[in-house]
């Protein structure tokens, strides 16, 4: 008969000097930086075509609610008053911070497929599937090659 006995709970506890601290840590060096802007950037980014978008959204549910309908002449009606529709279409720029949008992105990563049989638009990523796919494969892969070498 095998007896086995639990070992306490060993607590470590690292403690650096403040002069330690603030020889290494406390100048950061170019690599840092440039992380640093780049995700200042891309942060950024992600602002303003969250911005963008939540502005076009804002505008659809105005026209959808009312306030303003389009007409088949171009008009636009506005509280009724028939203005001008202006037909301009978005910059370049604007469209591509629009991809950015953390609002319209969020979405579109945690639709769902069942989402599309009760009738609501089917608005997904679909490489995600793929990519899900994937990383199901390579984890099954993984428990069968490698589980006897561990």
């Excluded at 690292?14 to 891309?42: D, E, M, R, T, W």
């Excluded at 171009?74 to 529709?85: A, F, P, R, S, V």
């Excluded at 301009?88 to 992105?105: G, R």
């Excluded at 990523?125 to 099954?140: A, E, F, K, P």
Aim: charged share 20%; with cysteine; glycine share 8%.
């Amino acid at each position: 008969m095998r007896k086995t006995t639990a070992t306490p709970a060993v607590q470590i506890e690292v403690v650096f000097p403040q002069h330690y601290i603030h020889k290494h840590f406390s100048k950061l060096n170019a690599g840092a930086v440039a992380i640093v802007v780049f995700c200042s950037f891309l942060g950024f980014i992600m602002l303003a075509g969250t911005a963008i978008d939540l502005n076009r959204e804002f505008n659809k549910a105005a026209i959808r609610s009312g306030g303003t309908k389009e007409m088949e002449s171009g008009y636009i009606q506005i509280n009724g008053t028939e203005n001008l529709k202006q037909q301009q279409k978005p910059s370049l720029l604007i469209e591509v911070l629009a991809c950015f949008s953390v609002y319209t992105n969020f979405k579109k990563i945690f639709a769902s497929r069942s989402a599309g049989k009760i009738g609501a638009p089917k608005d997904t990523l679909d490489i995600l599937n793929g990519v899900r796919v994937m990383s199901i494969g390579w984890v099954s892969w993984d428990m069968c090659t490698c589980s006897g070498r561990r």
